[in-house]
């Protein structure tokens, strides 16, 4: 086993990327030389250039084995991760996004464990609590991106493939179709994890390893959101089930976007009869006690006052939810 050449591709996808993707190759580089000095590896890494600005070539110096593949056309992440496993040379595919600081032992970690687990579909690495943004607000999208997975296992049964930094065969991606892709902010993962458990395989996180990353301010998670609730509505229809603890829609994320619908229903109503003010109340009452371990979890992750802000920010997601669903129906309509 020790003298097992070990080979896979990493495959990066990009839109425009900024000086965040040279900190990503610089962090896969020192996970490559940590790799190297237990197995005897053979790689290949694959930045695919979806359709944005010609990608500064110098990036091919810090590391070996680099190829830039650029896209006429931009046609959303998942399409650039189907390039990148189409083209790609070996069997075991990683895949990375372009923000992201993984640790030096991540590669080896996600290889090995991959090995080992039983009927595996996908491994991914956990995102660590630690923001690369200071923008004030991106600490509430931090601690929202993070949140469900802190009393769990070191290795997780999820619903769906992590994406932004996993592994997977390229031959089991094949056979079950490979990636789907989606317009703006994508939900490719979702549609690709279920895919996977329908296979009779799962998708597992692990707390082996962690990567770092730029947690976006609240305004452009909540665009995101928007076009991420429209895509994911039919996937939902197909599926007929929620996501996993820790993902982007689950049944205590979806109770409080309706409780947050129906105050702002109750609010419109309101212009024209006469309600009394304590059904406002109960509602906002309601909504935060279906929010409270995530309020508990803020807490313990900045301090109580931050609450506050998070209050605002959790009406602010809900809020873009309600909107991405009847973004969704609109576009269900249209399509029938």
Request: hydrophobic content about 40%.
């Amino acid at each position: 086993m020790d003298n097992e050449n070990i080979e896979f591709s990493i495959i990066i996808p990009t839109f425009n990327p900024d000086y965040k993707i040279v900190e990503t190759l610089k962090s896969i580089k020192e996970s490559i030389f940590f790799f190297e000095k237990k197995k005897r590896i053979n790689f290949e890494i694959l930045i695919i250039n979806d359709g944005g600005k010609k990608i500064d070539l110098q990036i091919i110096k810090i590391i070996k084995n680099i190829k830039i593949i650029n896209l006429k056309k931009n046609r959303g992440v998942g399409y650039a991760r189907e390039v990148g496993a189409r083209i790609s040379k070996f069997k075991k595919l990683f895949y990375f996004d372009s923000d992201i600081i993984i640790k030096n032992n991540t590669l080896n970690v996600l290889y090995e464990e991959f090995n080992k687990l039983k009927n595996v579909g996908s491994l991914g690495a956990l995102q660590s609590y630690e923001n690369l943004n200071n923008e004030y607000t991106s600490k509430f999208v931090c601690a929202k991106t993070c949140y469900g997975f802190e009393n769990k296992p070191q290795t997780i049964e999820f619903s769906a493939i992590h994406s932004e930094c996993c592994i997977i065969d390229k031959l089991f991606l094949r056979n079950i179709g490979g990636w789907k892709f989606y317009s703006k902010s994508g939900g490719e993962e979702f549609e690709l994890g279920h895919r996977i458990l329908n296979y009779k395989k799962k998708n597992y996180l692990t707390k082996k390893t962690n990567y770092y990353t730029y947690y976006e301010n609240i305004l452009r998670r909540c665009n995101k959101i928007i076009y991420r609730t429209s895509n994911y509505l039919p996937i939902f229809l197909k599926r007929k089930k929620f996501e996993s603890e820790g993902a982007f829609a689950t049944n205590t994320q979806v109770a409080s976007a309706f409780l947050t619908l129906s105050q702002i229903t109750l609010i419109f109503f309101s212009f024209f009869l006469q309600i009394n003010n304590i059904f406002f109340l109960i509602l906002f009452i309601l909504n935060l006690f279906t929010e409270f371990n995530f309020l508990k979890f803020i807490k313990k992750l900045y301090n109580i006052n931050y609450i506050p802000f998070s209050i605002i920010g959790v009406f602010l997601i809900n809020f873009s939810i309600i909107l991405g669903f009847f973004y969704g129906l609109l576009n269900l309509t249209r399509k029938n």
